[in-house]
């Protein structure tokens, strides 16, 4: 009979389904739970807010949190004002599908370039040529850079899901192309554009490429200063160089605690976008 | 009755509109005066949403649509001497369909206005309450004006929409359907108060009730569609109309509409 043999089929489809899904989220909560027994016993109170002593072996990784908590809001500072520039002119203001086309491609690209040639770049361009230096500024610039399309993208899919009525009836009220922007578009838009910034903002604070050759050192910064020239610690540096380079098992265990930090710290992030995930969501079934 | 000063405010002339090479509406020509309530009928689909929009400037905006012929008000082109803004704010449309900005009751009034007009806190109070009051909705929200808009039920929305374009007042008021989703009594408010307003303002009002239209208008034009396309085939005062009809097609109109 036809009919059993599609009905075993498509059981057999939602085994295999199944199974994929439970192999993947299994890969990923084995790998937590090996970070978490490793790192949990470096972790302390006193890990956590005090400098590296004897470059990783003792002391903890202030500093390198710090960093990295610099290179985000940077990151974030600088990624809301140009995806929200670089969206309202895709989806607003350019008419032409050509241009509209062509800009997607571009960002599509730029979302396709491995990160470690935007480290390249940025080393080349902003610290060598343009003279910025190794500095926070130039790291939280390039990732922003790097987030750029998944943060515009985010964005313009909010815009296009607000119900073209409220444009009209913005306009048929006398409202200008800004008012409606302000008053309609951005508000309605605004949470599908938060969580796309907090989930690639949580991609970024995990980068090392991108930082390695503008913004990080590993050892001997703090505070910074000023905008050019002044480099900073951060954890997935830090990770990066415990690990390559010493065989201390002390370094290794703090390698392990600060893997766990970070991991928590985009755990952190990605659950702050959460809400405004689901009130997209939300939205966008009115 | 048109009384014989009452002046031409908007004369639409020869106004086609096509969605590309498909015409929705040809070849439609009519005037509206001041203080007075023109009925806009016709069967679904002959174009009469599209004939409003064209009228404040919704339809030759949209790329897809493409609109040819003239439409003065006061005299002058709606399409090359007017501002945009200005004449949205002097003809003001309010759409078949409710549509409610996320917010408050009190946001949804103001929506349009308050970009318009730079109001404090009282006056923004006073003219909330004016507006809801001429749409008949004021006494079932005055106590929850700053909770939200969306859970009010479809006529309420429909009379909250009616009060968001009454708040910029505008002197010609084109409505669509306003009455479509409300009871008879709430219906017999709406019509009480567009009586009222044109003492002051000119109306086009799109109404598929016979009735309703030999209740408030002071004539009627009649847009026919054959094959797709919305044609202007009668006009005149609502008793010759509806007593004697020259087309067959409106003929049908009135026969089914009994
Ligand atoms: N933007 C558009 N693009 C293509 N076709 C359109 C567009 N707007 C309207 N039309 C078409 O024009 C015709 C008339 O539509 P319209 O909404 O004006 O009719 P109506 O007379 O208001 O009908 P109803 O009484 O049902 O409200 C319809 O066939 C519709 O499909
Ligand atoms: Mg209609």
Known sequence: MVSSIRIWKNQLFILLVYLSGFITVSLLFLGFILLLSKGFQSLSLEFLLSPMREGGISGGIFYQILGTLILAITTLFIVFPLSMGFALVKSIYIQKAFVKKTMELFLYILNGIPSVLFGIFGFFFFVKYLGWGKSWFTGGFLLAMMILPTTTLALSEGINRISSEYIENGLALGMRKTQIIFSIILPQSFSSFLSGVLLGLARAVGETAPIMFTATIFSGATIPTGVKESPILSLPYHIFNLVQESYHPQALSNAWGSSLVLIMLVILISGIALPFRLRAHEEAKV | ?258
Not at chain 2, 55 to 76: F, I, P, Q
Not at chain 2, 174 to 182: A, I, K, R
């Open chain 2, 1 to 258: 009755m048109t009384n014989l000063h009452s002046s031409k405010v908007l004369s639409v002339k020869n106004i086609s509109v096509s969605a590309g090479d498909e015409p929705i509406v040809k070849d439609v020509s009519f005037d509206l005066y001041s203080n007075e309530i023109l009925t806009l009928m016709g069967p679904s689909g002959s174009g009469k949403s599209t004939l409003l929009r064209v009228l404040n400037r919704l339809a030759d905006l949209e790329s897809k649509l493409n609109v040819t012929g003239d439409v003065t008000c006061c005299g002058k082109s709606i399409f090359e001497n007017y501002s945009i803004y200005f004449l949205r704010k002097k003809i003001g449309l309010v759409f078949q369909k409710p549509c409610i900005f996320p917010g408050s009751i009190m946001r949804n009034v103001l929506f349009g206005v308050r970009h318009h007009l730079k109001l404090d806190r009282k006056e923004a109070d006073g003219l909330a309450e004016e507006v809801l009051k001429k749409a008949h909705l004021w006494d079932e929200v005055k106590d929850r004006l700053n909770k939200s808009a969306s859970i009010l039920s479809l006529g309420q929305k429909q009379r909250l929409c009616f009060a968001r374009v009454l708040a910029a007042d505008p002197e010609i008021l084109l409505l669509d359907e306003p009455t479509s989703s409300l009871d008879p009594h709430s219906t017999h408010e709406i019509e009480e108060a567009l009586l009222e307003m044109k003492q002051t303002k000119s109306i086009i009002l799109v109404t598929h009730q016979l009735a309703q239209g030999r209740r408030v208008s002071d004539r009627i034009v009649f847009l026919s569609s054959k094959e797709g396309v919305g044609r202007l085939i009668e006009q005149g005062s609502v008793e010759d109309l509806v007593s004697c009809p020259k087309t067959k097609e409106l003929k049908r109109y009135l026969i089914s509409e009994v």
